[in-house]
Every structure is written in structure tokens, then in C-alpha cells.
């Protein structure tokens, strides 16, 4: 998919925190950032630290207790939720029961921000846009399948592929590759980092962040410890503070690639 101008979102957080209504207690500390549009932002940190807490600020399921979230200038909570669900698409680690949905079906529910009121039928346009994200993410095959007999890695895609089906610009995923073996792993990454979007996506291996991100937030218990490139941000000191773990910045032989090594 080629990259436009238009495609791609500018998300800026400005002094976002997130306060846990019921306990009183702070899950999220300030934290502001500006990622510029057509850029892959990987958040991470350590279980707890707040990656997921940050995440539904951005796709507007919690609103920030103080700060705010805007996309392209605009506050989330300034306009309606069709609204921002048309600029604005998650994937989430938990995977909804498909109802005996097939595939194709589920990646249509991604054009419900388009219907009026009570659903709506679905249009020539809409057909267009679900055989155009069928098609760019190889799912043709799977179409008429239900999710439940497909493995992880195509579940994914097709989760993937109903967020696409909305016309997002801004894409969140919540460890899109949790519980994947290495190949599917490689193989959303690769994808994600084709997408003509603005893409925010928290994950687990800081090795992974470093190759496919442009840029990294490191969180540790609801602080930012850092933003920008991973080059910066990823020092041993603050890994090593984050993670409490002894990181290492070493290179692979023979191939002179950047890897991160960890011990207790």
C-alpha cells in the first residue's frame, strides 16, 4: 500500500495521567509526546508499568484524568465516538468470541462507524474497502472460514484486517504479537510497518521495538522513562532501571546487527 499524505495521523499526548476512579490511585503519570504521521511508535516496559493503561487513552476507552489526547489538533473527547472511530482503530490483546462469524464477516463489523443508526446496511463502498483489505493482507483464502479454526498468526491478521476495513489513520494494537511463534511474529511486524498509518503498538521485546520502531516510549511504574529513538532511549542505565535487569547494548557476528542482551 502506497503512503499518502492524507493516510497518516499526528497523535500528540500532552500531559495525559490516568487516575483509578474507584482506589484513588495513579495508574498513569504525566506523560506527553508528539509522533508525527506515516511513524511506528513502540511502547514498553514492564508488566505494570502502564502500557495498556496508555493505549485505551489513545483509542478513547478511558478519558485522561487531566491532559489530553489529540490526533491531527483535535481533542478525542471533543467529538463523537463514530468520529474518532473513523480516524482512529485498536486491536486489542483480548480476541472477541466470533459468534460463528466467518472472516469476512468479522472484517466488515470494522465498517459499523460508517452505518447510520441501527447498523445499516452494507453499500457498494463498503464492499470495495472489505475486498481491498481481504485482498492486501491475504486473507481471500480464510474468507468464508470461521475465526476460531484459524491459528494465531492468520487470527491476527484478521483482526488486523477489520481495523484496516474502518479507514483508520491512527492504528493501536496491544501486543500484537503476544503468544505468536517467531515467524508470525516477523510476519505482523512486517505488515505493520507497510501500513500507510500512523501506528502506536505496545510490545514485549525490546529487540523487536528497536528494528521495527521509529520511535520507542519506555515506561516504568506509570513514569515515562524516555522518548525518541531507540537509539537514545534504550540506554543499559534505563533499561537495566525498568526492567531491574543488567541490559547490554552488543552487536551479532557475523552480521554487525544491534541486539540487547539481559541478565540477572
Not at 506523560?31 to 493503561?53: C, E, M, Q, W
Not at 466467518?102 to 470494522?110: K, M, N, Q, S
Not at 483508520?168 to 505482523?188: A, C, F, G, S, Y
Amino acid at each position: 500500500m502506497k503512503k499518502k499524505a492524507d493516510t497518516a495521523a499526528r497523535l500528540t499526548v500532552e500531559n495525559a495521567t490516568w487516575l483509578e476512579p474507584r482506589y484513588k490511585e495513579t495508574i498513569l503519570h504525566p506523560i506527553s509526546f508528539d509522533l508525527a504521521p506515516h511513524k511506528i511508535l513502540g511502547v514498553v516496559g514492564p508488566n505494570g508499568s502502564g502500557k495498556s493503561t496508555l493505549l485505551r487513552l489513545l483509542y478513547r476507552f478511558n478519558a485522561p484524568t487531566t491532559g489530553t489526547v489529540k490526533v491531527d489538533n483535535t481533542d478525542i473527547w471533543s467529538i463523537s465516538a463514530q468520529k474518532v472511530a473513523r480516524v482512529v482503530a485498536a486491536v486489542l490483546q483480548e480476541q472477541p468470541a466470533d459468534f460463528g462469524l466467518t472472516v469476512r464477516e468479522i472484517v466488515a463489523l470494522g465498517r459499523t462507524p460508517y452505518r447510520k443508526l441501527f447498523g445499516g446496511s452494507t453499500n457498494t463502498r463498503d464492499e470495495e474497502i472489505l475486498q481491498g483489505v481481504l485482498d492486501h493482507l491475504g486473507l481471500n483464502d480464510f474468507s468464508n472460514r470461521q475465526l476460531k479454526t484459524l491459528s494465531g498468526g492468520e487470527r491476527q491478521r484478521v483482526m488486523v484486517a477489520r481495523a484496516l476495513a474502518q479507514e483508520p489513520k491512527l492504528l493501536i494494537l496491544d501486543e500484537p504479537t503476544n503468544h505468536l511463534d517467531i515467524r508470525h511474529q516477523l510476519e505482523v511486524l512486517i505488515l505493520l510497518r507497510d501500513l500507510p498509518l500512523t501506528v502506536v503498538t505496545s510490545l514485549h521485546d525490546l529487540n523487536f521495538a528497536d528494528q521495527f520502531c521509529d520511535e520507542v516510549l519506555l515506561l516504568q511504574a506509570g513514569h515515562a522513562l524516555g522518548f525518541g529513538s531507540s537509539e537514545t532511549v534504550f540506554t543499559e542505565l534505563a533499561v537495566s532501571k525498568a526492567f531491574c535487569v543488567t541490559a547490554r547494548r552488543e552487536k551479532l557476528l557475523p552480521s554487525d546487527t544491534k541486539h540487547m542482551t539481559f541478565n540477572l
